[in-house]
């Protein structure tokens, strides 16, 4: 089913169930649509999920620089008599991609810990909203930078930081979405119910 873009891999294929009834009594819960039903049983499943993506693009940020930097180490340029790390403008990059996870990391396990802890509260979905947006934009910046750092060895399929370039685009496709997130986020820190209209996502 997943014939995407950065989700192939998955196989996570639809499972059809033909004929398939649920009697009313085996219907764990009915909750209303939209914000009005996003109580704390259904906050832990938002919480499984954004946290889960959040973690899954910082690792997909770790892994590029790993690349990247065993990439350099021995990359050449005619213009050089030495690696392309000696080159201001790599190790320039370099520290941008290294300040960017240094960010990552801490807000995702910080966001985890509060869970796990019950240091919640009514901003809870904001700040889950928050971690995977960030992450994920992040993410994308770090992976465009070692592409640009490595040059056009980068693109061929052969070369691992193709498949982070692609693993990364899905990010932006996982719930939730820019649009989504932005009025989510904004209208809880103006105090606006979440379900107001006019809506974004």
Same mark, same amino acid.
């Given at each position: 089913t997943w014939d995407v873009m950065g989700m192939r891999a998955t196989r996570s294929d639809d499972t059809v169930?033909?004929?398939?009834?649920?009697?009313d009594k085996h219907i764990a819960r009915v909750v209303a649509a939209g914000? !009005?039903?996003?109580d704390m049983f259904v906050a832990g499943f938002f919480t499984w999920a954004l946290v889960n993506f959040a973690n899954v693009y910082y690792g997909i940020?770790?892994?590029t620089?790993?690349?990247?930097?065993?990439?350099?180490?021995?990359k050449t340029s005619i213009a050089l008599t030495r690696p392309m790390i000696y080159h201001p403008e790599v190790q320039h990059g370099i520290a941008e991609i290294t300040m960017d996870l240094e960010t990552?990391?801490?807000h995702v396990?910080?966001?985890?810990?509060?869970? /796990?802890?019950?240091?919640?509260?009514?901003?809870w979905l904001m700040r889950l909203f928050a971690v995977?947006?960030?992450?994920?934009?992040? !993410?994308?910046?770090i992976v465009d930078r070692a592409l640009d750092l490595s040059g056009g060895f980068g693109m061929f399929k052969k070369s691992e930081l193709e498949r982070l370039f692609r693993d990364c685009r899905a990010g932006r496709f996982h719930? !939730?979405? /820019?649009?989504?997130?932005?009025?989510?986020?904004?209208?809880?820190?103006l105090g606006i119910n979440p379900d107001e209209q006019p809506r974004w996502g």
């Open positions: 169930l033909e004929g398939a009834f649920v009697p914000a !009005a039903g996003a940020g770790l892994r620089r790993e690349v990247l930097i065993e990439q350099l180490k021995t990552m990391g801490p396990e910080a966001i985890a810990a509060d869970w /796990s802890e019950g240091r919640i509260g009514p901003d995977k947006h960030r992450t994920v934009e992040a !993410a994308f910046r719930p !939730a979405n /820019s649009l989504l997130t932005h009025e989510l986020v904004g209208k809880i820190s």
